[in-house]
């Protein structure tokens, strides 16, 4: 089942059929049972997650309440950014259904860079590429909201770095 789904997530588009079936060696089979925290905001990386099958949410704590982020449905993954950064965990993973997913160590990983491994270094390119995608949309977003509120609108992009 693993192996089914590589293919059809983006960070893998760019391996072939050998490299597909290297990464597969290097994930480990975890299932987790609905309503499972598969990690928590806060927590150190341990690698990234391959989402087979099953549905998770990602919730992000707020100053008053959670904040569900994004419901993923595999095939996709998820746990990239800790893989990428080393950083602690910037949101909570909670299952919504039985899930298979393929667990890739961040130890193995790493490891994986070290060695210049072809498949590892298309995988971080292609993360990169994401990575990059996905904050251009939210630049974009919030330009948008800094524009919904004038008022706020300074305290939002100081709020986040922008000057």
Not at 5 to 25: G, H, R, V, Y
Not at 95 to 122: M, S, W, Y
Request: charged letters at 20%.
């Amino acid at each position: 089942m693993l192996l089914d789904a590589l293919p059809e997530i983006p960070i893998f588009k760019d391996l072939d059929t050998e490299q597909i079936a290297e990464l597969n060696s290097w994930l480990r089979r975890v299932e987790f049972p609905a309503g499972h925290t598969v990690f928590s905001e806060g927590a150190p990386p341990d690698g990234l997650y391959v989402l087979a099958r099953g549905k998770v949410s990602a919730v992000k704590r707020s100053a008053t309440n959670p904040f569900k982020v994004a419901d993923l449905q595999g095939p996709t993954v998820f746990g990239e950014m800790g893989l990428l950064t080393g950083e602690s965990r910037s949101a909570s993973i909670q299952t919504l259904t039985p899930v298979v997913t393929g667990h890739l160590p961040i130890d193995v990983f790493e490891a994986k860079i070290a060695q210049q491994n072809l498949t590892a270094l298309r995988i971080a390119l292609n993360l990169g590429r994401i990575a990059s995608q996905r904050l251009r949309a939210a630049v974009e977003m919030i330009l948008l909201l800094a524009e919904a509120c004038p008022k706020d609108g300074a305290a939002a992009q100081a709020a986040v770095g922008i000057s």
